[in-house]
């Protein structure tokens, strides 16, 4: 599908479409309005069983308001048709959406009023760049923007993610970790605050690996995490622990090579699953593989599995 709005080079305003987003949408929405602008998302602290999703759509400059609305209009109604249908595939309502004209310079840092410092796990604090922190002994801080890749830890599944990454460095040495579809690098950095030696990040969006780089130099660790855009199928070698945090057919499609991947005895972190018939097929896929249930965490509807290859 291409982009409503194509030509992001051109001056003029940009059209903020905003919709709430129910938790189990959340991560396919944020995937079709991401598609649908073109541009970067923005996505409000999880409450009240949703978020607020937005989008970014660039105008063509006119001189014209009349020109200007109409331009606007047309972007609402395409943007809306489409998530209309998204909404349709899960039974939900969409909402009517909400709209804000903004300038040129005001488009790219109007998300930034919901990345705030936080604890993503005890001991381990996410900050943006332009906020100060000071961390209390024994915290770990990561410095993160997330650009134009999704992911700033503040989803329930990336905190489940990052707890079974502490328990799995904890329970076993780990010398090598994948993180398959790194985005902003906040699992592969994780990884590496709590003592793995390398990792390797892959993701097949370029704008997530141009972001993921800058992060992990952001935090000097580049010297223990190479970021790639190596398909999955490519990717030579076996780890000790293996992290994928994406969504339930994609996590089933990719079950063979993330089984190659994972080392015999190895450790598997499977996240961004929904609860209930979601977990429980993937628990499936994954047991007729070879793989044991080690641990799972809960949050809100959403599941985070660890499970362990067995030895052969």
């Given amino acids: 599908m ?3 709005i194509v030509d992001n080079s051109a001056g003029g305003q940009w059209l903020k479409v905003t919709v709430f987003c129910p938790s189990s949408l959340l991560e396919p929405a944020s995937d079709l309005m991401s598609v649908l602008s073109g541009s970067g998302v923005e996505l409000s602290p999880e409450e009240n069983g949703g978020a607020f999703l937005s989008g970014f759509f660039r105008l063509e400059d006119s001189d014209d308001p009349r020109t200007q609305q109409n331009l606007a209009d047309q972007t609402l109604a395409a943007c809306s048709h489409e998530m209309t249908k998204l909404f349709a595939l899960y039974n939900c309502p969409l909402g009517q959406p909400e709209t804000t004209l903004l300038a040129d310079q005001d488009w790219a840092t109007s998300w930034q009023q919901y990345f705030k410092p936080f604890e ?6 996410i900050k943006p760049s332009w906020e100060m922190y000071q961390p209390t002994p024994g915290q770990y ?3 993160m923007d997330p650009g134009m890749a999704f992911g700033t830890g503040q989803h329930a599944s990336t905190r489940m993610a990052s707890a079974l990454i502490r328990q799995s460095l904890q329970d076993c040495a780990v010398g090598q970790v994948l993180d398959v579809g790194t985005g902003t690098a906040v699992l592969a950095m994780t990884a590496a605050r709590l003592g793995a030696d390398r990792i390797l990040a892959t993701d097949n969006d370029p704008d997530a690996t141009t972001v993921a780089r800058a992060n992990i130099a952001r935090n000097t660790l580049d010297d223990r995490i190479e970021v790639v855009d190596t398909p999955v199928a490519a990717i030579v070698g076996a780890y000790q622990l293996v992290c994928a945090n994406i969504v339930h057919d994609v996590l089933v499609e990719m079950a063979p090579e993330l089984t190659r991947l994972t080392d ?3 450790r598997l972190i499977l996240a961004g699953l929904l609860a209930g018939d979601q977990e429980q097929h993937v628990i499936a896929v994954y047991r007729d593989l070879g793989f044991a ?4 965490l809960y949050e809100q509807e959403w599941v985070a599995l660890l499970l362990e290859k067995k030895l052969v």
């Fill in 120 to 125: 993503m796990i005890p001991g381990l604090v």
């Fill in 293 to 296: 249930l080690v641990n799972k």
């Fill in 141 to 143: 801080v990561l410095e």
């Fill in 2 to 4: 291409e982009p409503l």
């Fill in 264 to 266: 015999n005895g190895g």
